[in-house]
């Protein structure tokens, strides 16, 4: 039997848009293969949020299911798609299904039996879980079906007193196929192999994994769909971060002849690389936006933010901005002219520097006493914030922020100054991963480098005199190894936990609660943020979710 | 059987401060009744989100619960308070429950049934469900527990396949006893005496509703718990807004003879005074901050919200700076001037026209063009935003920001400019009802009125010449109506729905399709807004979650 895996990046809510890609894949493939696969929702994209809730969206997905369905006759090619279901019974009025279609039919359907409701999922919210596993006959073959989390309960740890996998492989298909759209983070790849290879060997069957690609706000999907075959050894593994249409022959004796592949995870710098590139890319093209504006410092976070989003949608379409003030060192200026001349990114030179000192003057005279330390301090992070969004009122374009993890975790960063923007880029990558990724942006693009005394200098937000970073907090290796045991503790890695602990060794118990403290008391500057363009385990926004004026400091 | 209702005020986290409240009423209480019953979640408050994560968080609750084991040895008194019990099973790590105390040690526990994860809860994101009724002897009565969400699917819309309450009414309770954290929004304390008293007659057994009060972040509890006899007749209720402890008797002769007492429901515009001065005053004293700073342009939101502002910490720890520019009308700043004196308000005015002037320069000067209309708009909005956040840096206050739901609704509001601010007060009442809830205030406070010129001119931003609210939008009335049936249509009462058709009937299709986009296209700003005090039945936040990127028009 042939089946094709259909690996594409959608638009959440754009059902016409969405349905329009399906269509054209049916159209090149539907006669020359026996079975297309699309990914979970494909039709609503993934995840609609409360757009579910708006009474004529999900008529308006059966128009489209329709359209797919007399597109159907034409083509020999049994169609599985994702769709939203109706509940006809009590409870949430959905269900998260699968739909196979066949000559203008639905032959069967299948709705999800996990719904995930942590981290940032919430599918609890929408959706009624299956009850029943989903088996189906085609062209002499038993079909198993499982959606993305149903293949989730199957090993430790178990976070459902069901599992769908065990249920499934009572029914011994020949073919176990599973819809997913399962998001990208570090280590994911890896664990996903491991998880539905071992499925695969629990239901004696070959399994195809289909998962979507493509950025949705600060989600970003990988794809790198695969297939094993019953011993759960590789078959084919599509690439990760692009669209791909692949069609493999299974179930028949010759698909035992196709060699076996390594089913392979990438390195988490490469892959922060491309996952970042694409959640830049995805939110300009599904927002809509003529450009991107950046606010270059001299520093390394802009830095990266600037050469990212060359990356992802040309050097043309990116300006950049420096705003020097009193305080900004000669090399930063200099740093900036060399970053955007390498990366040839237009640079404008604002400088702040009489709008700073007439609103000291402002305000010591309305105030009656001088600005201290921090004020003086954010009117310069606020001015610059407010020429970046000038800029984008003006032209259309999208200002990116430039924070990263450690400094949104400590609330080192303005609120409405440096974390002006619509898209976060940095924000989950902690500024020890920033440094090794600037490196590997360095090493891939030997024609425009970001200058190594970017890379090089002291980090300091440079708001005050010869301020660095290192005053006020710990050196980032240690900063870094607190913070990533706090934030996602839970999650990391065994190798992860032993290097953390390695440099926690050295640090004094008072220095980690004064940071955990910091973390604690910022919580009103995140809830505040852009979204964050999500590549660690647990990251800011959906993902963590936290009282402001409630507090808990265990001590 | 004597029974004590305590409707007290927690915060989030505090397990040693919310125990010290609970220790207090059994100091006081604990040999005066036979039970006191606390309200849903009282040890950890009510909603504790991901510091449900934290694994010393449940450890340190239940040191704190032996606290309270330990001090009702003293007392003859059983103690009803809800907590958080671990699951011995698979699935979730928790239950919501609520545990039994009685001389030194736990009686009983029950676990909650129906975890709500719809509007602003997400219970299924921590909580694995109860299965069984908790029904328990003591003194004699059979008592029988729900927990908030237990009651609510005894009656249509039913959105759970199980209902406690049926399950509940088989045991035949003596006595029916509902913990509650149940936020207080438009038509809720109706609602509540509706459902509640139906479970009551249901049950056959007096009903005692205990439910929390106080502001936790966006959300606020009324409180109002209540106690109504078999034929869901009142017998008791406690006041909205405010701490109680009150004792009553049932299940004996002597409490047939009590009166019947009507359960009230507030008026709205008396629900949305009491609810959002408790939103300030909770806020800021949780967060502890010494006082709130408010921009005033002479227009009825600012007004508003110093009013408020006062009523809820006192005039002298409020400030309010006017920051007049070339658009604001002589009438503006003279309004501003006799409203802070009204309320014995601190006014500040700070000028931007020359920061104003100087950065049209700035921007002409460096992009080589002039501002345009919404570039030169906003400008004046970010400087305003950036004074009030000097004062607030400069001070510690709180910034309070002032836009109301029709201008966040249609994104009429400057991100970083207007929307500066840790909470949001007027965030989810309509323009419509702000001048309701004005005039409500002048009624109230004959000695410390809102100018009726504030109320009686027409809405501005003043961001350009001669610039009225009314250019751009359609009058307040109808867009407001518009705005209610998109955004709550599917909750609204049947009276409301009749209001807005009568409006909407004169209003064309284009019109309400376009403040329709104007809505969608608009998700961005609001995802950045402070937390705004919820009113409504669907307020922005977490009651309605929305993709930014993605897009559904319905046309």
């Known amino acids: 039997m042939k089946v ?4 594409l990046n959608y638009r959440i809510g754009d059902l016409a848009g969405n349905c329009n ?84 039919n639905c032959r069967f359907i299948y709705h999800k039996q996990l719904l995930p409701t942590y981290n940032i999922f919430s599918e609890a919210r929408h959706f009624e879980p299956g009850k029943i596993p989903g088996v189906c006959l085609f062209r002499g073959h038993r079909l198993g079906f499982l959606i993305c989390e149903d293949g989730w309960n199957d090993q430790a740890p178990f976070h459902y007193d069901n599992n769908p996998v065990q249920d499934l492989a009572r029914e011994k298909p020949d073919l176990v196929i ?40 600060d989600i970003v999907y990988d794809g790198a769909s695969f297939v094993c075959d019953e011993k759960g050894q590789g078959v084919l593994q ?42 830049i890319r995805d939110y300009v093209a599904k927002c809509g936006f003529p450009g991107i504006v950046i606010g270059s410092s001299g520093g390394i976070d802009s830095a990266l933010t600037l050469a990212l989003a060359k990356q992802a949608i ?158 006020s907090l710990p050196d980032y290796p240690v900063l870094d190894a607190i913070l990533q045991q706090y934030i996602e503790g839970d999650l990391i890695s065994e190798h992860e936990r032993q290097q953390a602990s390695a440099i926690l060794q050295r640090v004094s118990t008072e220095v980690i609660a004064e940071v955990k403290k910091l973390v604690d008391r910022t919580e009103f500057k995140r809830r505040q943020a852009p979204p964050i363009i999500r590549v660690q385990r647990r990251s800011f926004g959906a993902g963590r979710q936290l009282p402001i004026s409630g507090s808990y400091e265990y001590c």
């Open 314 to 471: 040309g050097a043309e379409k990116v300006t950049a901005i420096t705003m020097p003030s009193r305080f900004s060192s000669e090399g930063s200026r200099h740093d900036s002219e060399a970053l955007c001349y390498n990366l040839g990114v237009k640079l404008y030179t604002y400088s702040i520097d009489d709008e700073f000192a007439s609103s000291l003057q402002s305000f010591s005279g309305v105030f009656k006493e001088p600005a201290r330390g921090i004020t003086a301090e954010n009117i310069q992070a606020r001015i610059r914030g407010r020429v970046l969004m000038e800029y984008s009122n003006q032209t259309g374009y999208l200002v990116l922020s430039t924070g990263n993890k450690s400094e949104l975790s400590v609330g080192y960063a303005t609120l409405y100054g440096d974390m002006c923007g619509g898209l976060n880029v940095l924000g989950d990558l902690y500024k020890t991963q920033v440094y090794a990724l600037a490196n590997y942006y360095n090493e891939l693009h030997p024609a425009a480098v970001i200058p190594q005394e970017i890379i090089d200098k002291a980090p300091s937000a440079e708001l005050a005199e010869d301020q660095k970073d290192s005053d």
């Open 4 to 7: 094709t895996l259909a690996q």
């Open 238 to 279: 599509l690439p990760a971060f692009e669209e791909h249409v692949t069609t493999i022959t299974v179930l028949s004796p010759d698909a035992k002849k196709s060699p076996s592949v390594t089913l392979l995870a990438m390195d988490n710098i490469a892959l922060y690389y491309q996952q970042l590139i694409m959640g």
């Open 21 to 104: 890609k399906i269509s054209e894949v049916i159209q090149q493939q539907g006669n020359q293969t026996d079975l297309i696969i699309f990914s979970e929702l494909c039709i609503t994209g993934y995840y609609p949020l409360d757009l579910l809730d708006k009474p004529e969206f999900i008529a308006n997905q059966d128009e489209h299911i329709e359209r797919i369905k007399k597109l159907s006759e034409q083509y020999s090619a049994g169609i599985i798609i994702g769709v939203v279901d109706r509940n006809a019974f009590t409870g949430k009025p959905y269900h998260n299904a699968l739909m196979l279609i066949e000559k203008g």
């Open 178 to 217: 599973s819809l997913n759209s399962s998001p990208s983070n570090t280590g994911k790849q890896e664990e996903r192999v491991l998880r539905f290879t071992h499925i695969a060997k629990h239901c004696q069957a070959p399994l195809i994994y289909v998962n979507q690609t493509g950025a949705n706000d």
